[in-house]
């Protein structure tokens, strides 16, 4: 290791993160200023990666957690030689640029992560670590060994106080992710003030307690530094590491180091000051020729070790051919055309709640697609999303398709995102829906990122009856709908949650919600199979269509679809119902498609769903009605809650009538 360019290579990043932050007057100086010799060692030294080739499958993967110190990850991106040019850091936090404020996976080549939250770069590491001894337990052979990468994450005392990261950490401990390395910028200082302020914690002592294996150096050492990331690599004892590294926060512009003003933008104030004390030129994105020669040198090794694990995959590929197959089907995140026919049909009279028709769904959708994962929160028995003969995730079993996730809801939708970032398996996880809070920031950055996360969110309304308002999730299925880039789904019936699950797997740039009923539902077999599975592709389609002049439409979703038929029963022939699984996709369809739906000329509109009508206003028009709950729920018998808050035929019929 050259200690001596590596020192300077550190200096130089300090410069560029100075430069790029004092240009915008915006961003934050503490971490890449006092993790720049841990920055120096990993791409300098410790990973192992290709900036040519930024998705190369036994990558080491480096993820930034505190993504507010992005400048850290651009500056050695750039450096590293990959296509982040040095003009991109000149334009750091601009429009258009691909150096935004926090990383963005899809923005920046080399970003592993989209992270903003403090704590979800933790899980979603976690996640990364899972994906890949998942994908090693599966694809490495007692010849070839093509996956044997690490997952390294550095993160700060905002991440390790955010209860997912914490979630995360057990999580891995538990499971033995021995692939897993974490490196704790521990530099006593918070935001708002000094860390002791509102932390007291004994980190060494927690992560021992959860089954890490824990080193504390200093974080300006470079040989420190170095040992302990080989060190850490080296480790094959089940347990995963974390690197408690001692730093100053903006190390380099002595007017702020080591207080909470080093934290953010003020230090740029003193950018010519610090200069010059580190060393560095007037000139402003200085980088010596002796670093862009020895990070030169660096990437031709980086890629002679690519080149011979190529060789590598190549003779695996040559060897175990239905293997390739499989995985070059991974990676191109590959969906049947013809999975709707790959699932059989559920019987005309089949009468259950859509979490079971959903479980048995499920299994052959896994069947068509060994890419599937799936996790519970502790909820299999009840989410019913438990892959039959796919096996238990665990220290024991690392090719298990059943991740127990615990009572960890704000974990498991970050880690699942983890495994979707690495892209080799399609992740799915599963619990009640009113806990869908819990991991809706998981959620959230899945939309943001374009993840092809699935979530099963069962027990989806106040039909849950006696458990109450706090386990009845009136506002939860529009509350996810507001969410930009998620498809939520409500299916009505088995055929419609078939096609939900079809649509959930051939949508591969986003996630989607599948809400799914405790109560029983009926099987609305009058209507030909292939246009309920289709109608849940389109998001809302006709389910029974007038058998007269078109008065009326009722439309509805999941359970209280039962309740439209039945009134429309009553109402006459001139009643349309319209069942709508998914308004998303609904609102993506033509215009022309949309008016078959729901003419414009007719007027005479009313919905019901067993939740909050804020969004339904739009369908219904000025002069229609949207039944609804817009109050939280009752203790009560499912049936009795039902009727208790209107979601009866009755209330609809009613409801039509007072349209005149």
Known sequence: MNQEILAQSANEARGLAIDAVHACSSGHLGLPLGCAEIGAVLFGNSLNFNPDAPKWLNRDRF?????????????????????????????????GSSTPGHPENFMTPGVEATTGPLGQGVANAVGYALSGKHAAAKFNTAEHTIFDNHIVALLGDGCLQEGVAKEAIAFAGHNHLDNLILIYDSNDVTLDAMAEISQGEDAEQYFKSQCWDVATID?????????????????????????????????????????????????????????????????????????????????????????????????????????????????????????????????ADYKGATRASGGEVIQHVAKAMPSLVTGSADLYGSTKNYIKDGGDFNQNNYAGRNIWYGIREHAMGAISNGIAYDGLFRASCATFAVFADYLRPSIRIAALSHLPVTYILTHDSVGVGEDGPTHQPVETVSGLRVIAGLDVFRPADAEETVGAWAASMHRTDGPSALFLTRQNVPNYSETPVTVRREGAYFGGYVLKKESGELTTIIMATGSEVEHAMNAAKELGDGVRVVSMPCLERFDRQSDEYKESVLPASCKKRVSIEAGVTGLWWKYVGCEGKALGIDRFGISAPGGTVMKELGMTADHVVAAVKELG
């Open 63 to 95: 993820i930034l957690s505190a993504g507010h110190g992005s400048m850290f990850l651009y500056s050695w991106l750039h450096l590293s030689g990959y296509d982040l040019p040095l003009e991109e850091l000149k334009n750091f936090r601009q429009l």
């Open 219 to 347: 974080g300006h050492d470079l040989t420190a530094v170095a040992e302990a990331v080989d060190q850490a690599k080296k480790n094959d004892n089940g347990r995963p590491t974390v690197i408690i590294a001692k730093t100053v926060i903006a190390k380099g512009i002595p007017e702020v180091s080591g207080t909470s003003a080093g934290h953010g933008e003020g230090g740029a104030n003193h950018a010519e000051s610090a200069r010059k004390g580190l060393g560095l030129p007037e000139e402003t994105f200085y980088i010596s020729d002796a670093t862009k020669s020895f990070f030169a040198e660096r990437k031709e090794q980086l890629i002679a070790e690519f080149n011979a694990w190529n060789e590598t995959y190549e003779a695996w590929s040559q060897a175990n051919s239905e293997l390739a197959e499989e995985l070059s089907a991974n990676i191109a995140n590959a969906v049947p055309s013809d999975l709707l026919d790959q699932i059989p049909e559920f019987d």
